[in-house]
């Protein structure tokens, strides 16, 4: 099994990394052949449910490459030299894939046919669901590698999927923007703890939901 650090002659590790070189293109490249064989697993999945079982198992499924400051600005957060040997090795949610789904047991589902997959390997899991993070974050992170099948060899890349309800989906995206990409400076302790608030009201909002369902 080849990974993406086999892909030394064609890609040069040791150089340093920067953004606009042809080398951080290739990579990109590579990362996003990986989002599109994992978006149509997940795709066929999602198809498979809604015309062989008639269920809605997931919503929709959104992906994305990471823009590359935040790349960088994640490696120099953790103090990582920039290398294109540690943003490989490190960074894991360069390729990205969110699934939505309806309901939370409908998010285990989707995590317990992704481990079954044969030829996915799971790297690393991460239940926010039932352990939900200080800030009030609640989804299932998964870190995968995908096989892509190039012409001269088969190489398995990092995919980060993020499986969580609408519901979840909902709060995380506001608060992303509000915390994560703040505009008019740092947000509050006491808005802090409004955010921890809403999540547990829209945590009980789903499972009242769910009942009635
Ligand atoms: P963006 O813009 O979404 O890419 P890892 O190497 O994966 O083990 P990492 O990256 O620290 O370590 O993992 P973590 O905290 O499990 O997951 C990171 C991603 O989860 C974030 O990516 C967010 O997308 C999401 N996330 C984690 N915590 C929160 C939170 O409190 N609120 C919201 N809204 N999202 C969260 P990035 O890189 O931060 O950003």
Request: charged share 30%; net charge positive.
């Amino acid at each position: 099994m080849k990974h993406l650090m086999d892909m030394g002659k064609f890609i040069d590790y040791k150089q340093d990394l920067k953004i606009e070189d042809k080398t951080f293109q290739k990579l990109m490249f590579l990362y996003s052949i990986a989002i599109k064989e994992m978006e149509t697993k997940i795709e066929i999945l999602k198809d498979e449910f809604k015309i062989l079982h008639d269920y809605e198992l997931i919503n929709h499924v959104i992906s994305r490459i990471k823009e590359p400051q935040s790349i960088v600005n994640k490696m120099q957060k953790r103090n990582l030299e920039l290398t294109y040997q540690n943003m490989v090795e490190n960074v894991n949610d360069i390729a990205g894939i969110r699934i939505i789904c309806p309901l939370k047991k409908d998010v285990f589902s989707v995590k317990d046919v992704l481990q079954k997959m044969s030829n996915i390997q799971i790297l690393k899991e991460k239940d926010y669901i039932t352990y939900p993070k200080k800030s009030g974050y609640s989804s299932y992170h998964l870190i995968v590698e995908v096989p892509i099948n190039l012409s001269q060899m088969d190489i398995y890349v990092k995919v980060e999927i993020q499986i969580r309800t609408m519901a979840m989906d909902f709060w995380a995206s506001l608060e992303h923007k509000a915390k994560y990409k703040p505009m008019l400076g740092e947000i509050s302790q006491k808005e802090s703890k409004e955010w921890v608030n809403c999540a547990k009201m829209i945590h009980k909002l789903e499972n009242k939901m769910l009942q009635l369902y």
